[in-house]
């Protein structure tokens, strides 16, 4: 069965400072990876997936499938990208379950 | 476009009773998944709902279960509900092309507290 983790419940960074979110999963083939973000009163959204290798908000993740890591980062921290941050993956082809981790709070303190 | 939308956003139940949730998916999309997420956790998996029929299944009892109507819409059912079932129930939607890679849009919500 596939398994995501997330190490850290909270982290607490200062605005401009560097960002780096982990993630590892666990699973025999080659899952999808994304991450989801919800900001504070809004709801679940995609922030990005590693097939589409692109940036948003600043924001990048890099699958490493030696590490099975895809760890979200992002140069310089802002205040609004405080949110709780989940990593997620889905594992075969046609399926559309989604596994996620336990999540990430990210706190950007002024 | 309102997005997914689910009813009620709180809810207060019995031990022991019976619970129906519902959710309108997005305009567009024809597949509707449920997932439930407890205090401090990560969302889990239910089940999904595609062509009015259940596609895929989490691991949760059979007490867990759904339906998908012609206009797309669906709805979960939760018997016997125990005080463990209560937490955050999600619903989320995509159109259905096959393609797992496709965006799942989330709604709100329920809140579902048992007592």
């Known amino acids: 069965a596939q398994r995501v983790t997330q190490p850290e419940k909270l982290l607490s960074v200062f605005k401009g400072a560097p960002v780096e979110l982990k993630c590892n999963y666990s699973?025999?083939?080659?899952?999808?990876l994304f991450w989801y973000v919800q900001y504070s009163r809004q709801r679940l959204q995609l922030l990005l997936r590693?097939?589409s290798r692109e940036s948003i908000k600043g924001f990048t993740a890099d699958l490493n499938k030696g590490e099975t890591s895809f760890h979200l980062k992002k140069p310089f921290a802002q205040e609004e990208d405080s949110a709780m941050y989940y990593c997620?993956?889905?594992?075969?082809?046609?399926?559309?379950?989604?596994?996620f981790g336990k999540g990430t709070k990210l706190s950007v303190i002024p | 476009d309102a997005g997914v939308t689910q009813s009620p956003t709180h809810l207060i139940k019995t031990r022991g009773q019976q619970v129906t949730l519902r959710c309108s998916p997005k305009?567009?999309?024809?597949?509707v998944s449920w997932y439930q997420q407890a205090l401090g956790q990560g969302p889990q998996f239910i089940f999904q709902?595609?062509?009015?029929?259940?596609?895929q299944r989490g691991n949760f009892p059979d007490r867990f279960s759904g339906h998908q109507f012609p206009n797309y819409s669906s709805e979960l059912n939760v018997n016997a509900l125990l005080l463990g079932d209560s937490a955050l129930y999600l619903c989320?939607?995509?159109?259905?092309?096959?393609?797992?890679?496709?965006?799942?849009?989330f709604g709100q919500g329920t809140r579902l507290t048992v007592v």
């Open positions: 699973y025999s083939g080659s899952p999808e």
């Open positions: 590693h097939i």
């Open positions: 989320a939607s995509r159109p259905g092309t096959g393609l797992f890679s496709t965006e799942a849009f």
């Open positions: 305009s567009g999309h024809d597949t």
């Open positions: 709902y595609y062509e009015e029929e259940e596609r």
């Open positions: 997620a993956l889905v594992a075969r082809a046609g399926s559309y379950q989604l596994t």
